[in-house]
């Protein structure tokens, strides 16, 4: 006779709602509209304007969309935590963040770009580390890493879409015209009409203006997630950064292995966009399906490396999607056409399916409940410092090998090499970290089990 168990006996995850997903969608949406072409509008204004290109610049604007967020995440995560009203924080980060990114169109010159693009990566940090706590606080440790990639499934479904619409968008010339009639006598001031050697902007104007749409929806929904209800008679500490990474620890020690890789992988990432804008001449639709190639290798492995960090824990899928990356900036560095570009974006969406919810969830395993905000903007903000760091003198070494030798084919081969190789030997010091528990499985043992003629009882008897 089996036993039934009683109430008490019985454990039900909680789930994230159905709004959190909605948002959440609607977010990554917004983000996939601007984000893959952001770069390549700088690109196209700097060669309207002076006929050339200039990588300090490049790394500047690279770095002030790493710097803003990295500097004032902690402040957002700990007074969200301070307050307790976590979902106002991300409705009005939503907002402010894609609002301000129709007003690019505006920028006459790269340097009022780089002023905007910090602007609005300043606001748009409001809502990182408080959409991470919010969805922390609605889902259960033992679910964790399945939540989170059922999110990550639906979130970059949502970017892969847009990405794909605005980059059809942007080579769609009809577009524009339509939109001035659409809104009568507005239309020529939402949509002015530029000169020949601004025209570029014209491809842009979609993509720009439904991101300000998209991010009031998504605001406006946000404000109707039930929020999980926290102690409100614990402590309301502001914790600061030197406290939590002066307290020795796993937390402490994941965030100092997390920032040399953090600068070996900025180093790239102002190259890779003059890659397909210089050396191949792609259109925005072929940035598009580049981007949209990584979106959809991280929807492919998402929710099973999620599942998979349930089992066999954080450390080993961190070590996955780390340790292969290095090959990206390589790839990269020997493109010959647009396919080297496809094949290096697959690769990097793999990685990024493997370490990235498995980061947020590790951070997540290691970090008290009432300060998992604060936990996840330290975080951010001493990789982010890093990303700053990476990016600027990228852009500077990069300039100074174009001054010496005259070849901007050979400059951007050498940082993107560089960058391959410092991912390299970063990598290995994820080998540091620390589990705060033990997991049932290992990740040999589920590899083994898709082989022909290998069962997991035998493995684990």
């Given at each position: 006779m089996t036993e039934t168990p009683t109430p008490a006996e019985k454990t039900e995850f909680r789930k994230l709602p159905a709004r959190a997903y909605i948002v959440g969608a609607l977010t990554q949406f917004g983000v996939g509209l601007y984000s893959p072409f952001i770069q390549a509008y700088l690109i196209d204004m700097q060669e309207a304007l002076r006929g050339v290109q200039n990588f300090v610049e490049q790394g500047v604007f690279r770095s002030v969309g790493n710097v803003a967020p990295a500097v004032l995440q902690p402040v957002w995560g700990a007074t969200s935590d301070k307050v307790r009203n976590t979902k106002a924080f991300v409705a009005f980060g939503l907002m402010t963040g894609l609002l301000v990114v129709y007003m690019f169109l505006w920028a006459a010159t790269p340097f009022e770009m780089i002023v905007l693009y910090g602007i609005q990566s300043v606001l748009f940090s409001i809502q990182i580390p408080?959409?991470?706590?919010?969805?922390?606080?609605?889902?259960?440790?033992?679910?964790?890493?399945?939540?989170?990639?059922?999110?990550?499934?639906?979130?970059?479904?949502?970017?892969?879409?847009?990405?794909?619409?605005?980059?059809?968008?942007?080579?769609?010339?009809?577009?524009?015209?339509?939109?001035?009639?659409?809104?009568?006598?507005?239309?020529?001031?939402?949509?002015?009409?530029?000169?020949?050697?601004?025209?570029?902007?014209?491809?842009?104007?979609?993509p720009f203006f439904f991101t300000a749409i998209v991010g009031i929806i998504a605001s406006l929904l946000s404000t109707r997630i039930k929020e999980h209800p926290k102690d409100q008679n614990g402590p309301r500490k502001f914790p600061p950064i030197l406290r939590l990474l002066s307290k020795p620890g796993a937390f402490r020690r994941f965030c100092f292995i997390a920032v040399f890789f953090s600068f070996a992988m900025s180093i790239a990432w102002s190259y890779f966009i003059v890659v397909q804008k210089t050396w191949l001449n792609n259109s925005n639709f072929e940035i598009a399906i580049a981007s949209a190639a990584m979106t959809v290798s991280i929807v492919i492995f998402t929710v099973p490396f999620?599942?998979?960090?349930?089992?066999?824990?954080?450390?080993?899928?961190?070590?996955?999607?780390?340790?292969?990356?290095?090959?990206?900036?390589?790839?990269?560095?020997?493109?010959?056409?647009v396919y080297y570009v496809y094949a290096a974006n697959i690769l990097a969406g793999f990685c990024v399916a493997s370490g990235m919810n498995a980061v947020t969830?590790?951070?997540?395993?290691?970090?008290?409940?009432?300060?998992?905000?604060?936990?996840?903007?330290?975080?951010?903000?001493?990789?982010g410092i890093f990303f700053l760091i990476g990016s600027l003198i990228a852009g500077i070494l990069g300039q100074v090998i174009l001054d010496v030798f005259g070849d901007a084919h050979f400059s951007v081969f050498v940082m993107l090499m560089l960058s391959g190789i410092l991912r390299f030997f970063a990598s290995f010091f994820y080998l540091l970290i620390r589990e705060p528990k033990e997991y049932a499985s290992t990740l040999w043992i589920e590899f083994r089990t898709y082989l022909p003629g290998r069962r997991h009882d035998r493995d684990i008897a």
């Open positions: 408080t959409w991470l706590s919010l969805v922390g606080g609605l889902i259960d440790e033992e679910n964790r890493g399945d939540e989170l990639g059922k999110l990550g499934l639906a979130t970059n479904i949502a970017s892969l879409s847009a990405t794909l619409i605005s980059g059809f968008i942007a080579v769609l010339p009809a577009l524009v015209p339509i939109l001035r009639s659409l809104f009568g006598d507005l239309g020529p001031v939402l949509f002015p009409v530029h000169l020949d050697e601004q025209s570029f902007r014209e491809a842009y104007y979609g999620g599942k998979l960090s349930d089992k066999v824990g954080r450390k080993p899928l961190i070590l996955l999607g780390r340790g292969l990356l290095f090959l990206v900036p390589i790839l990269y560095a020997f493109a010959q056409n969830a590790y951070i997540y395993d290691i970090s008290p409940e009432e300060e998992r905000g604060s936990h996840l903007a330290v975080y951010a903000t001493f990789t």
